[in-house]
């Protein structure tokens, strides 16, 4: 894995994408959680093809500007580029464009796990009996 892997996709806004669908805002524009799921998305598929058989990757931390409103119906473009490689941390730059506009970017981080091992820490630290509350939020 080194500095400058990049990926790019596209998306067309749905409305389930927009803010008053998830209550994240009450205007139907895409909302700020799914501008951020199309980045890691595109980081995801950027690291992809790095990694050893049975590692993924998880976001461990989000730094985003939201800089402007996008209706249904739009395709957007999301693109990663891998910034910083520190040990397992993968650190990227991240934007989402529509056309010529920015409506967003930022930096986001992910790092590497072996994903049984992840898993297993998981149940660990979660057990299915006695363990934390498993109510709404
Ligand atoms: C990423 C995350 C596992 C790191 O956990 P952590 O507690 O900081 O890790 P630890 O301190 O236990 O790590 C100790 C070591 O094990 C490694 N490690 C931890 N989990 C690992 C895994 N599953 N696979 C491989 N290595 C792992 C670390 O790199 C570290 O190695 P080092 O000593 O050489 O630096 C944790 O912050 C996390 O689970 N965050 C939430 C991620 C998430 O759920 N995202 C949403 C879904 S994508």
Same mark, same amino acid.
């Given at each position: 894995m080194t500095p400058g892997?990049? @990926?790019?996709?596209?998306?067309?806004? @749905?409305p389930a994408d927009c803010a008053d669908a998830i209550g994240?805002?009450?205007?139907r524009v895409l909302s700020t959680p799914h501008?951020?799921?199309l980045m890691e998305r595109a980081a995801m598929a950027a @690291?992809?093809?790095?990694l050893l058989p049975g +590692?993924?990757?998880?976001?461990?931390?989000?730094?985003? +500007?939201?800089? +402007?409103a996008c209706p249904p119906g739009v395709e957007v473009v999301a693109e990663a580029k891998l910034r910083e490689v520190d040990g397992r941390r993968l650190r990227f730059d991240v934007a989402v %464009?529509?056309?010529?506009r920015?409506?967003?970017?930022?930096r986001h981080e992910r790092f590497v796990v072996e994903r049984e091992r992840?898993? %297993?820490?998981?149940? +660990?630290?979660?057990?299915?009996?006695?363990?934390?509350p498993t109510g709404r939020l």
């Open positions: 892997v990049k @990926a790019t996709l596209r998306h067309t806004v @749905a994240s805002g009450g205007v501008l951020i799921a @690291a992809a093809p790095h +590692e993924t990757t998880v976001g461990t931390r989000v730094e985003v +500007e939201h800089l +402007e %464009t529509a056309g010529e920015v409506l967003g970017r930022g992840f898993l %297993t820490r998981l149940k +660990e630290k979660w057990p299915a009996d006695g363990g934390p």
